[in-house]
């Protein structure tokens, strides 16, 4: 049997998964819509990928999460190694790009951007708060505009005078796409002006001080629109190279992670994944803690109906509570 990881990245908007070999080769991918519900979204695409598997003589040995629901998704699949986007879209990219000095993400929800040296991360920022720098941002203008989101880069290329569309929030983009629309700007333009503000925004917000070099990978489901990179382009004067599985990147990061040593820094292959957790019913439960002055807001992560784990408490009193309360039914 040839020996995979399986990497699984979970955020608010997608879920993707890969399963890459010890050469860091990509051998099976899925990306899907997270659609508020991140268990039925991890199952979904666990089930895919072991589609994409069958009868290929690969096993999958290790597996890894990232995302901003890793915890949970860690948890489900029994994750031997979990750790935050940065370091997964780090490795993920640094083994492709061993030279990379600057690695921009731009995803559904958030954006980030990580600065290496010498393969080090030295200094990253994210950015959570404004979603005029993100996908979500843009798909939404696009609805507006009546253009399939798929068409926006191609729409974008086209232009010959982009709209100058103001990048510094949501509400203000918005109303500037409103008011040029209605001067009778060509749709080319409208969305060629988007593209550039999402670039303005991200550069304003998150690449504010960053020493920001070449060579410069571009990554993100926002990555795959090539108005947004012609765009990052022109307004840094960098060569922004989008690097194959660009929006898979943290998924392939936190596989390389999981692998058993030499390759990763996770635990010895054990054979303790299983493809089988996709028909185990997990689910959550609320659970507000008033054992002390905290009054903890929990989550509870029950397998079958039984207590699993939980989080959100400062204290051990609130995870023994939640096991005695919620685990007792």
């Known amino acids: 049997m040839r020996q995979c990881y399986l990497g699984v990245d979970i955020g608010s908007i997608s879920t993707k998964a890969v399963v890459v070999d010890a050469q860091a080769e990509v051998v099976a991918s899925t990306y899907q819509w997270t659609e508020g519900d991140p268990i039925a979204a991890v199952r979904r695409v666990?089930?895919?990928?072991?589609?994409?598997?069958?009868?290929?003589?690969?096993?999958?040995?290790?597996?890894?999460?990232?995302?901003?629901?890793?915890?949970?998704?860690?948890?489900?699949?029994?994750?031997?190694?979990?750790?935050?986007?940065?370091?997964?879209?780090?490795?993920?990219?640094l083994s492709r790009q061993p030279q990379v000095r600057t690695i921009m993400e731009i995803g559904g929800q958030d954006s980030k951007i990580i600065i290496l040296q010498d393969g080090v991360v030295v200094d990253y920022a994210m950015n959570t708060l404004c979603a005029a720098g993100t996908g979500a941002f843009l798909s939404s203008q696009a609805r507006r505009l009546g253009i399939a989101i798929e068409q926006l880069g191609e729409l974008a290329l086209s232009s010959r005078s982009p709209a100058r569309i103001a990048g510094r929030c949501t509400v203000?983009?918005?109303?500037?796409?409103?008011?040029?629309?209605?001067?009778?700007?060509?749709?080319?333009?409208?969305?060629?002006?988007?593209?550039?503000?999402?670039?303005?925004?991200?550069?304003?917000?998150?690449?504010?001080?960053?020493?920001?070099?070449?060579?410069?990978?571009?990554?993100?489901?926002?990555?795959?629109?090539?108005?947004?990179?012609?765009?990052?382009?022109?307004?840094?004067?960098?060569?922004?190279?989008?690097?194959?599985?660009a929006h898979l990147m943290g998924a392939i990061g936190i596989a390389l992670l999981a692998a058993p040593p030499p390759r990763g820094?996770?635990?010895?292959?054990?054979?303790?994944?299983?493809?089988?957790?996709?028909?185990?019913?997990?689910?959550?439960?609320?659970?507000?803690?008033?054992?002390?002055?905290?009054?903890?807001?929990?989550?509870?992560?029950?397998?079958?109906?039984?207590?699993?784990?939980?989080?959100?408490?400062?204290?051990?009193?609130?995870?023994?509570?939640?096991?005695?309360?919620?685990?007792?039914?």
Request: aromatic share 6%.
């Open 46 to 93: 666990v089930r895919e990928i072991e589609c994409q598997l069958r009868d290929t003589g690969v096993e999958v040995v290790a597996c890894g999460a990232t995302g901003s629901a890793r915890q949970l998704c860690g948890l489900i699949l029994n994750a031997t190694f979990v750790r935050n986007e940065i370091t997964a879209h780090a490795t993920g990219t």
């Open 172 to 245: 203000f983009s918005e109303s500037d796409l409103i008011h040029k629309a209605n001067m009778g700007y060509s749709r080319e333009d409208l969305v060629a002006g988007l593209c550039r503000a999402i670039v303005h925004n991200y550069l304003n917000n998150v690449g504010k001080g960053k020493d920001i070099q070449a060579p410069l990978a571009f990554q993100g489901g926002v990555s795959l629109n090539a108005g947004v990179v012609q765009a990052l382009r022109e307004i840094t004067g960098l060569d922004v190279q989008v690097p194959e599985h």
């Open 265 to 329: 820094r996770g635990r010895a292959a054990n054979g303790n994944f299983s493809f089988a957790v996709t028909e185990i019913d997990f689910s959550t439960r609320g659970f507000e803690c008033n054992g002390c002055q905290n009054a903890c807001e929990m989550v509870c992560v029950l397998r079958d109906g039984g207590f699993l784990d939980a989080w959100g408490n400062r204290c051990d009193i609130g995870h023994e509570r939640a096991q005695s309360v919620v685990g007792a039914g």
